[in-house]
């Protein structure tokens, strides 16, 4: 079955420490995209990528990076200097940039403590 | 830029209409969208609507569009238990990055 997959689905993490979220689909899409959500909050933008080997940052980037060395994977790593790191971040993709549907994963729940 | 704002929550009884309403800003948006996310899960595509449109059917879905006040809202007839869920309502960015910009989301109880 074609999908977009995230793992894990929960992730704690000591403060202070990098960690990377998985995102990988089988879709053939060319458009990758993260989101943070956060409770009554609409998802805000993080990083998006058009196409293999080139990202762009979306309206919240600070303290995170990303890679697109696979058309299938997106990885986004929350870094130290991420201020306030937990959240439920979402993967997503869509055939081309700015196409009409965006199929998401099912995400992953990230607690710093 | 980009304003998309929603009510927070919203209760229904089953059987009744429920109308969840979004007002956006940017009125050169090509499509408007509603998701849907059920808990712990990610968000899925109810349906779109084609700016040179007002409204959209689908099933128990309506979509109305009010392009001159920049509202938008989605109806669900018959409102069941399974469609407790948040509800996003979306716009795509005209920055020239065309994404997908999203509202607060409105938190849809369906009582029994």
């Keep these: ?113 | 830029g980009e304003d998309v704002e929603q009510s927070l929550f919203l209760s229904v009884r089953e059987g009744d209409s429920s109308v969840i309403n979004c007002t956006y800003t940017d009125s050169s948006s090509t499509y408007l969208y509603w998701y849907k996310q059920e808990p712990g899960a990610g968000l899925q595509l109810l349906t779109y609507i084609f700016s040179n449109m007002d409204m959209k059917q689908d099933q128990r879905l309506t979509v109305l569009l009010n392009k001159k006040d920049k509202h938008l809202s989605l109806r669900i007839a018959d409102t069941q238990t399974g469609d407790s869920a948040i509800y996003f309502c979306a716009e795509t960015d005209q920055t020239g990055a065309n994404n997908l910009f999203f509202g607060t989301g409105t938190r849809l109880t369906v009582i029994p």
């Excluded at chain 1, 992730?11 to 989101?35: I, P």
Aim: charged share 20%; net charge neutral.
């Design chain 1, 1 to 113: 079955d074609g999908g977009i997959t995230q793992s894990p689905k929960y992730l704690f993490r000591k403060e202070g420490q990098n960690v990377t979220l998985s995102c990988e689909q089988n879709l053939n899409h060319d458009a990758m995209y993260w989101y943070r959500q956060d409770p009554g909050q609409g998802l805000r933008l993080i990083y998006y990528s058009q196409i293999v080997n080139d990202f762009q940052k979306g309206d919240i980037a600070e303290g995170y990076s990303v890679s697109r060395e696979k058309k299938e994977s997106f990885p986004l790593t929350v870094t130290s200097a991420q201020k306030n790191p937990t959240a439920f971040y979402l993967c997503a993709s869509s055939i081309d940039h700015g196409g009409t549907e965006a199929f998401f994963g099912q995400g992953t729940r990230l607690t710093v403590v």
